[in-house]
């Protein structure tokens, strides 16, 4: 399955922004997604993803109460909802796709399809 994220933007300090990520055919039921993001100078970290069958959602410390993942099978489409953004959630951000464990639902290695990013500048 292909990935493409969208809806990146400039934003200023406290305000939200929906990032898409659109496949290209149904999301089956045994492909979790997640969503990371890259910083200027920084590692790629994990965001949150939303794991296949159950769709049980993991978050990140630093965006959890902030952040949420949702997922509209009709559309093959995996939201992330950002509220509250702060200038730290300045990056690039990207979705991917495993049929790894939910026990690694952080690593980004486990991750092996990923689509191009959606850069998010969050203005103090």
């Known amino acids: 399955v292909q990935l493409q994220a969208s809806g990146g933007g400039l934003v200023q300090a406290g305000g939200s922004l929906r990032l898409s990520c659109a496949a290209s055919?149904?999301?089956?039921?045994?492909?979790?997604i997640g969503w990371f993001r890259r910083a200027p100078g920084k590692e790629r970290e994990f965001v949150a993803t939303?794991?296949?069958?159950?769709?049980?959602?993991y978050y990140a410390d630093s965006v959890k109460g902030r952040f949420t993942i949702s997922k509209d099978a009709a559309k093959n489409t995996v939201y992330l909802q950002m509220n509250s953004l702060k200038p730290d959630d300045t990056a690039v951000y990207y979705c991917?796709?495993?049929?790894?464990?939910?026990?690694?639902?952080?690593?980004?290695?486990?991750?092996?399809?990923w689509g191009p990013g959606t850069l998010v500048t969050v203005s103090s």
């Open positions: 991917a796709s495993t049929y790894g464990p939910t026990s690694t639902y952080w690593d980004v290695d486990m991750y092996t399809n």
């Open positions: 055919r149904r999301i089956d039921s045994s492909l979790s």
């Open positions: 939303i794991r296949r069958s159950g769709g049980t959602r």
